[in-house]
């Protein structure tokens, strides 16, 4: 907290913290199966959202859900990668992430479950939480021509999805 400087700021991310600690929890467990480096994760994720409190406009709302799943998912994730000891280009069609349940109902939200976990989470950064190249970058650890390669890899994996399904674009 002592990192924040405004008062709405350190009660926002209050509220962050008290809303959404269990679910980050979860979410690293998922990926690492281990509980102390779910809680290192966690830590990390916290220290990236106290870092980009103001993109945070309500607590509440589905983008800012998908934000801190998405950015517990990347430190739970580097954890995971830096205990395997493996490159981390080696690991990046392989990934798994987080299942989504999907709506029966709605072919683009099925289509991007299915997605590897980097497509989906660059693309739910860019077009659903309405971050920058550069932003991203940040967030992911990687840099804006490897955030414009995932998003458009994304966008080329989810026509060709789409498209096996069925579904006209």
Same mark, same amino acid.
């Given at each position: 907290?002592?990192?924040?400087?405004?008062?709405?700021?350190?009660?926002? !991310?209050?509220? @962050?913290?008290?809303?959404?600690?269990?679910?980050?929890?979860? @979410?690293?467990?998922?990926?690492?199966?281990?509980?102390?480096?779910?809680?290192?994760? @966690?830590?990390?994720? !916290?220290?990236?959202?106290?870092?980009?409190?103001?993109?945070?406009?309500?607590?509440?709302?589905?983008?800012?859900?998908?934000?801190?799943?998405?950015?517990?998912?990347?430190?739970?994730?580097?954890?995971?990668?830096?205990?395997?000891?493996?490159?981390?280009?080696?690991?990046?069609?392989?990934? @798994?992430?987080?299942?989504?349940?999907?709506?029966?109902?709605?072919?683009?939200?099925?289509?991007?479950?299915? =997605?590897?976990?980097?497509?989906?989470?660059?693309?739910?950064?860019?077009?659903?939480?309405? !971050?920058?190249?550069?932003?991203?970058?940040?967030?992911?650890?990687?840099?804006?021509?490897?955030?414009?390669?995932? =998003?458009?890899?994304?966008?080329?994996?989810?026509?060709?999805? =789409?498209?096996?399904?069925?579904?006209?674009?």
């Amino acid at each position: 907290m002592a990192m924040i400087d405004s008062p709405d700021d350190q009660e926002k !991310f209050e509220r @962050v913290y008290l809303q959404y600690r269990y679910l980050m929890l979860h @979410v690293a467990k998922q990926i690492l199966q281990n509980h102390q480096d779910a809680e290192d994760a @966690v830590h990390q994720a !916290f220290v990236s959202i106290i870092k980009n409190i103001d993109k945070i406009s309500s607590v509440e709302s589905p983008e800012t859900r998908s934000y801190i799943v998405i950015i517990t998912e990347r430190k739970a994730i580097d954890i995971w990668r830096r205990n395997q000891r493996h490159p981390a280009s080696a690991l990046d069609d392989e990934m @798994v992430g987080l299942y989504i349940p999907t709506p029966e109902d709605h072919p683009l939200a099925a289509a991007m479950a299915k =997605l590897p976990a980097h497509y989906r989470q660059a693309l739910l950064l860019r077009y659903d939480s309405g !971050f920058s190249t550069r932003e991203i970058a940040s967030l992911l650890g990687i840099s804006e021509s490897g955030v414009r390669k995932l =998003l458009a890899r994304g966008k080329k994996a989810l026509q060709t999805q =789409l498209e096996s399904e069925g579904v006209v674009i």
